[in-house]
């Protein structure tokens, strides 16, 4: 059994009763509010609601940017939209090249091939870019630290507007361009993906033009696509983004989304952040992993529905192929760190790594070790590398503190890349470890749940599965929510899925519920029979045109303690984490 922390933060019993009077709702979901910092009404109203919204103006020195790309338009100057191969990437350069080519902007784009130019603006595409003749490049989704390729861009006579959300450089140096970045600019909503600042400037560009900017909202759509396969936290604007983008999305004119969601057999009425995330972000990531990111920025642009099939499924045959390019780099990784042995931060290396790839194996390698891991993909004498975290851990400061040993390095707190010389792996991998031990407590090593409710069975029914589905759009920032029964006791367990889960039945307070188990080998982790604490999701499950509420099990603890509703307290107990591929939402791409 795996050790665990049950995490109940306080609740206080006033708060949870004004929320209930006042807002009208349950007391488990007024537990859940409270518990997630939204005691006061309003606050509660406004999450709610998930309707916020900023103007583009809110970004410090945007009108900068703005002049300089409306001069560019009216001279006929060539305009260059250097993007990256991800889905952020391709869907903010899909949104700022249709807006452009609205003002009838000359204007194209460049993705990079993560294999031939690596991450970010390199100096040799900035030369390329300006022998044909660009004379504006704007970035979108990254170049935040490009401070010298900017400055050899100037030299070349292109101008630059630098847009992004990456995390500056550690030194703070800049690019001398405009920059449009939410952390950078003091925009309210600092967490914006690049889709979201590629619609931002759009909007403003198309308003000092004289267009209504209102318009662009059938980009909703990508925006609702970016945020939710980025991983930036559902709070706030990305909150009100993907709450207004999935309807967007399900309703999409797009030739190109309807046939992805075709192949990823997603029925656009039911759309919502999983299906985003499982299936559709995955398939649009899958040629930028392999090959080149080309196909996947067609997809998003053509009106030619045949077209857009064609593509679709070529995507989805790239998406298969990736899956086992990533099944087999992980069972050589997890064959490195059972060598190894327990450290607190893993760095393994391996020859035909496929470096489009190993981002996704470092996200499982971390869900099984609960340990930062960065996977090298080695290339005759350097190799390149993407980098994992766990909650208690800033990815991008342990790079940093390791920087001596890198080539060059960047992203942020929980995802990051890098380049590396062969022989330097070594001294970084301990240097790494070392940084790691050091930063990390011995608590935070422990996985933790945290409970947002202490509920009792009979108030577990359709009724609340289908007020807390008022708190979605769930993911980074917003997690499922967490249900804790104290007195649960399981019963009638029977296999399912060829053995792979569990169904069973869940009693507490004389009340019987249908739950589910996934990825634990068809038994449950306690006793049947006996009193256990127990956490769950509660979801609305659809069988055969029927719909009924269910609990999907995600941690047992043995040992019942005294938990209420309202009062914190200590628990650490030995646990069983149930997880399963489907149930850890939004793995960094």
């Avoid at 900023?54 to 305009?79: K, N, Q």
Wanted: proline share 5%.
């Amino acid at each position: 059994m795996n050790e665990c922390r049950f995490e109940v933060p306080d609740c206080p019993s006033d708060q949870v009763e004004r929320l209930r009077g006042e807002l009208g709702v349950s007391g488990a979901l007024a537990q859940v509010l409270v518990r997630r910092g939204f005691g006061e009404p309003d606050r509660a109203r406004a999450f709610l609601a998930a309707d916020e919204e900023h103007s583009p103006d809110g970004f410090m020195g945007i009108e900068a940017a703005v002049e300089v790309i409306l001069t560019c338009v009216a001279s006929g100057e060539r305009i260059t939209i250097h993007g990256d191969y991800d889905v952020d990437g391709i869907c903010s350069t899909a949104v700022l090249l249709g807006a452009l080519r609205e003002l009838g902007a000359d204007v194209d784009s460049y993705l990079p091939d993560r294999a031939g130019d690596g991450y970010g603006l390199g100096a040799a595409t900035v030369r390329r870019l300006a022998a044909r003749g660009t004379r504006l490049l704007i970035t979108v989704d990254c170049a935040s630290t490009a401070v010298e390729e900017v400055a050899l861009a100037k030299e070349l006579g292109m101008r630059v507007i630098v847009t992004d959300h990456h995390s500056p450089r550690a030194d703070g140096m800049l690019p001398d361009a405009p920059i449009v970045h939410p952390a950078i600019c003091g925009y309210r909503c600092a967490d914006l993906c690049a889709t979201a600042v590629a619609y931002k400037l759009a909007q403003a560009v198309h308003a000092a033009a004289g267009r209504d900017p209102s318009l662009l909202r059938r980009d909703l759509d990508l925006v609702a696509l970016a945020t939710i396969a980025d991983v930036v936290p559902l709070l706030g604007e990305n909150r009100a983004f993907v709450r207004r983008g999935l309807p967007a999305l399900a309703g999409t004119a797009k030739p190109g989304l309807r046939a992805l969601m075709s192949v990823a057999r997603v029925d656009p009425a039911k759309v919502d952040e999983r299906s985003v995330a499982f299936a559709l972000a995955p398939r649009l990531n899958a040629a930028g992993r392999l090959y080149r990111a080309d196909a996947g920025l067609e997809l998003l642009l053509t009106d030619d529905r045949l077209r857009a099939a064609q593509i679709a499924n070529e995507l989805d045959a790239a998406n298969s192929e990736r899956r086992q390019v990533e099944m087999r780099i992980r069972f050589q990784a997890e064959a490195q760190m059972d060598e190894l042995g327990e450290r607190a931060a893993y760095v393994l290396a391996g020859e035909e790594w496929h470096a489009g790839v190993i981002g996704i194996v470092a996200s499982r390698l971390v869900e099984r070790s609960g340990r930062p891991v960065v996977l090298i993909a080695l290339d005759g004498e350097t190799g390149r590398a993407s980098g994992r975290s766990i909650d208690g851990f800033d990815l991008l400061a342990g790079l940093t503190a390791c920087g001596t040993h890198l080539l060059r390095y960047g992203g942020h707190r929980a995802a990051a890349g890098l380049e590396i010389e062969r022989e330097r792996i070594p001294d970084f991998a301990l240097a790494f470890a070392a940084h790691a031990e050091e930063a990390l407590a011995g608590e935070e090593l422990v996985p933790a749940e945290r409970v947002d409710a202490v509920v009792g069975g009979d108030q577990i029914g359709m009724e609340l599965a289908e007020e807390l589905r008022g708190l979605a759009p769930f993911g980074r920032g917003n997690p499922g929510v967490s249900l804790m029964l104290t007195d649960a006791v399981f019963a009638d367990s029977r296999p399912m899925g060829e053995g792979k889960h569990v169904r069973f039945s869940v009693e507490s307070r004389g009340v019987r519920s249908r739950a589910v188990a996934f990825g634990i080998g068809g038994r449950l982790p306690v006793e049947q029979g006996e009193p256990v604490q127990a956490t769950f999701s509660l979801e609305i499950n659809e069988w055969n045109g029927v719909s009924e509420p269910r609990l999907v099990l995600r941690r047992a603890a043995v040992t019942p303690q005294a938990i209420s509703a309202h009062r914190q307290v200590e628990p650490v107990v030995a646990d069983v984490l149930v997880e399963d591929d489907e149930l850890v939402l939004f793995a960094m791409p």
